[in-house]
């Protein structure tokens, strides 16, 4: 995968990248159209267990992922469907690390329908999926339900 085609999708996706100038790092935001934000939320004792299964639930809503660094070089990794058990055992390996705000992730699905920021912030505000697609959210809703998951739900409409 080229930094031209991760920055096709992205485009496409109607997400927007900070600049180096901002001094947050690459920080991702959809520009136009984030419907849906859940937030997911662990307790010290999820670890590994909920959290792995919770982490599968999301990437199994597509088919393949980006995962691109916050910080430091832009250097993007595809995982196709075949390649979502390595995604996961690689989120689950450098979950302690993640704490470091200089370790932040984001983990962005092939379509550009749903992106998730696997970052620091997550140990105390919880882990949010960005979501610009209702049914999207609404399947992944139902999933996190079935698993039972503590999250929270935020809405934006127009």
């Known amino acids: 995968?080229?930094?031209n085609k991760i920055m096709e999708i992205i485009d496409n996706a109607g997400i927007c990248i900070s600049t180096a100038a901002a001094g947050v790092g690459r920080e991702l935001a959809f520009s136009?159209?984030?419907?849906?934000?859940?937030?997911?939320?662990?307790?010290d004792t999820d670890f590994p267990g909920n959290v792995k299964k919770t982490l599968g639930v999301i990437l199994e809503s597509e088919s393949q992922w980006f995962l691109i660094k916050r910080y430091g070089d832009l250097e993007v990794k595809q995982?196709?469907?075949s390649?979502?058990?390595?995604?996961l055992s690689f989120l689950i390996s450098?979950?302690?690390?993640?704490?470091l705000e200089n370790d932040d992730l984001y983990i962005i699905g092939a379509n550009g329908k749903a992106f998730l920021s696997y970052n620091?912030?997550?140990?105390?505000?919880?882990?949010?999926v960005f979501?610009?697609?209702?049914s999207v959210a609404s399947t992944l809703l139902l999933r996190l339900n079935e698993l039972g998951a503590?999250?929270?739900?935020?809405s934006k409409n127009g």
Do not use: C, W
């Not at 136009?32 to 307790?43: C, D, Q, S, Y």
């Not at 450098?94 to 704490?99: A, F, G, H, N, P």
């Not at 620091?120 to 949010?128: I, K």
């Not at 503590?150 to 935020?154: A, I, N, S, V």
């Open 120 to 128: 620091h912030h997550m140990f105390s505000n919880g882990l949010p």
């Open 94 to 99: 450098v979950y302690s690390r993640i704490k």
């Open 83 to 87: 390649e979502l058990p390595t995604l």
């Open 131 to 134: 979501l610009s697609d209702v």
């Open 150 to 154: 503590e999250f929270e739900l935020f």
């Open 32 to 43: 136009k159209g984030l419907k849906r934000t859940v937030v997911i939320h662990f307790a």
């Open 79 to 81: 995982f196709t469907v």
């Open 1 to 3: 995968m080229t930094q």
